[in-house]
Nanobody, 118 residues
C-alpha cells in the first residue's frame, strides 16, 4: 500500500561521491518530513539528514559540508548527495518518510549499502 524504494548505494573509494534516491509510492495523501538514517554493524541507527515538506534541512555534525539532502515533491522522491566520502560513512542507509494515508505514520525503506574503501 505504501512503499519506499531506495537506490544509489554502492562501493566507492575515499573521497568519492554517491547519490542516493528514495521514492515513495502507493496510496498516499501526502508526504511530510523525510530523512536519511544509517546503521553500521554493531552500532545504533543514527539520523544523517532530514528535510521538511517546505524544504527546511538538518544534518548530523559528521556530514555537514559534505552531504546535501533534497526532495522533489511532485515525484515524492528524496535524494542524498554524498561527497568526499570517508570510510566511517560505511553503513546501510535507510530512507524514512512521514506519510499521511488515514493518519500520519512513519515508514521505512529497505536500506541500501554504502561502502567506502580506504
Amino acid at each position: 500500500q505504501v512503499q519506499l524504494e531506495e537506490s544509489g548505494g554502492g562501493l566507492v573509494q575515499a573521497g568519492g561521491s554517491l547519490r542516493l534516491s528514495c521514492a515513495a509510492s502507493g496510496s498516499i495523501f501526502s508526504v511530510n518530513a523525510m530523512g536519511w538514517y544509517r546503521q553500521a554493524p554493531g552500532k545504533q541507527r543514527e539520523l544523517v539528514a532530514s528535510i521538511t515538506a517546505s524544504g527546511s534541512t538538518n544534518y548530523a555534525d559528521s556530514v555537514k559540508g559534505r552531504f546535501t539532502i533534497s526532495r522533489d515533491n511532485a515525484k515524492n522522491t528524496m535524494y542524498l548527495q554524498m561527497n568526499d566520502l570517508k570510510p566511517e560513512d560505511t553503513a546501510v542507509y535507510y530512507c524514512k518518510a512521514d506519510i499521511i494515508r488515514r493518519a500520519l505514520t512513519g515508514y521505512w525503506g529497505q536500506g541500501t549499502q554504502v561502502t567506502v574503501s580506504s
